[in-house]
């Protein structure tokens, strides 16, 4: 079939359906860091990010002071800003170095080369596509067991830090990055509650942890989806044409474990201040599952636990708005 691939071939070498992905994944990377310059300076920068640990109860936060992330927590993503841009995820705009693997369907994986992880990867569709989850979700979990236990994949709305709201596209990380990763379990025992469960599949609502969010736990991907549906709905999404704010993060390991982050706000008021009052950050799934970025160093050095908790606070539901969406995910 012709595809725009025609135009040149962004696949890599060896790219054979055999080969399961997570060591595709790796033959990627390695590859790209050799042979393409803006990769390889992206992971070494990592090297120098500042970091803040804030503790909370059987919980942490991090603030990372990540200059490389300057041009993706700064885009401007309005209609306007969005149509006279090039994008960045379409196959014709990648840069010449940059190579893709197949994942399924129609989405590849690119290496990331501007990273918050130490390995960190865009897996974009090739057809140019909004930023919508509701049909993409089986996806997400999809793509999450074939990438296997050793990565995050996650879902950025396109009011809740996508860059490119008009691509469709999820992320992955290595797994154990995000502070949330390791901290699941306790988490979910003293601030968790469960919701719904039928032996198969467990809905828990996680609230009074800086950022209320909902998980839900399965090795049943029809259920997973519906169980998605409801909870799209349940925030609002069977009311407006528009999607509920929301990052989720999807990891697998013999079940999938997927955290919904519903989401009020697309960037807190610091976000917009004047001068000295502005705090340059635009919440994703990494800030949301623990891992604070800020691309510049004045804003870094500012960030106190008062300032962490705010930043969460001005962002996601308050505790009694979230009852709310408990008590209906609990009306079967
Ligand atoms: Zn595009």
Redesign the pocket.
């Known amino acids: 079939m012709q595809t725009e691939f025609s135009e040149r071939n962004i696949f890599l070498d060896g790219d054979d359906e055999s080969v399961n992905l997570p060591i595709k994944v790796e033959r990627l990377f390695e590859d790209q860091l050799q042979n393409w310059k803006l990769a390889f300076d992206g992971y070494q920068s990592l090297t120098k990010v500042q970091k803040k640990l804030f503790e909370f109860d059987d919980f942490s936060i991090e603030a990372h002071y990540n200059p490389g992330r300057i041009i993706s927590s700064s885009a401007k993503v309005d209609a306007k800003s969005i149509n006279e841009r090039p994008?960045?995820?379409?196959v014709k705009?990648l840069p010449a170095d940059q190579k893709a693997i197949k994942v399924i369907g129609n989405y590849i994986l690119l290496v990331n080369p501007f990273p918050i992880f130490h390995k960190h990867f865009t897996i974009?569709t090739t057809k140019?596509v909004p930023q919508l989850i509701k049909q993409e979700f089986e996806n997400l979990l999809l793509i999450s067991s074939k990438i296997g236990s050793g990565f995050s994949v996650f879902y950025n709305g396109p009011k809740c830090g996508a860059s490119?709201p008009?691509?469709l596209h999820f992320q992955a990380g290595n797994y154990g990055f995000m502070n949330i990763d390791n901290e699941y379990e306790n988490i979910l025992n003293k601030y968790g509650e469960i919701v719904y469960s039928d032996g198969e599949l467990i809905t828990s609502v996680v609230t009074g942890c800086l950022r209320n969010f909902i998980t839900v736990e399965s090795n049943d991907i029809s259920k997973l989806k519906s169980e998605f549906e409801k909870i799209y709905n349940v925030l609002g999404g069977d009311k407006t044409a528009e999607e509920p704010m929301l990052n989720v993060i999807s990891t697998y390991n013999n079940s999938w474990r997927v955290l919904i982050f519903p989401r009020t706000k697309h960037r807190p008021s610091y976000f917009f201040g004047e001068g000295k009052n502005k705090i340059l950050i635009s919440p994703a799934a990494v800030d949301l599952g623990g891992v604070l970025i800020f691309p510049r160093e004045e804003d870094f050095d500012k960030i106190t636990i008062q300032l962490v908790v705010d930043i969460f606070k001005q962002v996601t539901f308050t505790n009694e708005e979230f009852r709310n969406i408990s008590d209906k995910l609990k009306i079967r």
């Open positions: 994008c960045f995820l379409c705009n974009p140019h490119a008009d691509h």
